[in-house]
T-cell receptor
Framework: DVKVTQSSRYLVKRTGEKVFLECVQDMDHENMFWYRQDPGLGLRLIYFSYDVKMKEKGDIPEGYSVSREKKERFSLILESASTNQTSMYLC?????????????FGPGTRLTVL | RKEVEQDPGPFNVPEGATVAFNCTYSNSASQSFFWYRQDCRKEPKLLMSVYSSGNEDGRFTAQLNRASQYISLLIRDSKLSDSATYLCAVHMNSGGYQKVTFGTGTKLQVIP
């Protein structure tokens, strides 16, 4: 069964802390994505990556950075967490091969910044 | 104008009813389209792809109208288990990559 896992389901951090959210997929997918989901705003793309060591900004990259050192792992970093980064964070992966482009999502990390 | 727009609902429908959702997109160069289902406190999961010719999967029918730039999802004979939020996703080539934009989702509540 295909799987995308995220390091934590719930996380509570304080303003100014550095936060790492980890995502691992076991499907050998080339593409990986980080979204945040907020009520009324839907899923918004933060960053994505189409290959190892490659990253592209999404629609709301400010305050975030990413790292993809290995194909299966895509990390989201909040350099200095702020209260407006309290949200549900969803990681996803996909592969263009076969023409599907279906996105497989992890279970999400609900981050609260106090 | 948002790139992808959906009516947030909620749509409250009785069991057995037929319900339809639309999703409009602004960029005519959009290439592929999908419907995802998201249960409360869960991650989105693919429900179905939307093909130019339309496609049907049991009680679910998805259609694409390129001229008017919208996709639709029709659910027949609604079940309680259909209660969820339905997200549309639009893919477009952008700078050599596939850019994906999701709608905000339409909430469906099927009531007994």
């Amino acid at each position: 069964d295909v799987k995308v896992t995220q390091s934590s389901r719930y996380l509570v951090k304080r303003t100014g802390e550095k936060v790492f959210l980890e995502c691992v997929q076991d499907m050998d997918h080339e593409n990986m994505f980080w979204y945040r989901q907020d009520p009324g705003l839907g899923l918004r793309l933060i960053y994505f990556s189409y290959d190892v060591k490659m990253k592209e900004k999404g629609d709301i990259p400010e305050g975030y950075s990413v790292s993809r050192e290995k194909k299966e792992r895509f990390s989201l970093i909040l350099e200095s967490a702020s209260t407006n980064q309290t949200s549900m964070y969803l990681c996803a992966s996909s592969s263009p091969s076969g023409g599907s482009n279906e996105q497989f999502f992890g279970p999400g990390t609900r981050l609260t910044v106090l | 104008r948002k790139e992808v727009e959906q009516d947030p609902g909620p749509f409250n429908v009785p069991e057995g009813a037929t319900v339809a959702f639309n999703c409009t997109y602004s960029n005519s160069a959009s290439q592929s389209f999908f419907w995802y289902r998201q249960d409360c406190r869960k991650e989105p999961k693919l429900l179905m792809s939307v093909y130019s010719s339309g496609n049907e999967d049991g009680r679910f029918t998805a259609q694409l109208n390129r001229a008017s730039q919208y996709i639709s999802l029709l659910i027949r004979d609604s079940k309680l288990s259909d209660s969820a939020t339905y997200l549309c996703a639009v893919h477009m080539n952008s700078g050599g990559y596939q850019k994906v934009t999701f709608g905000t989702g339409t909430k469906l509540q099927v009531i007994p």
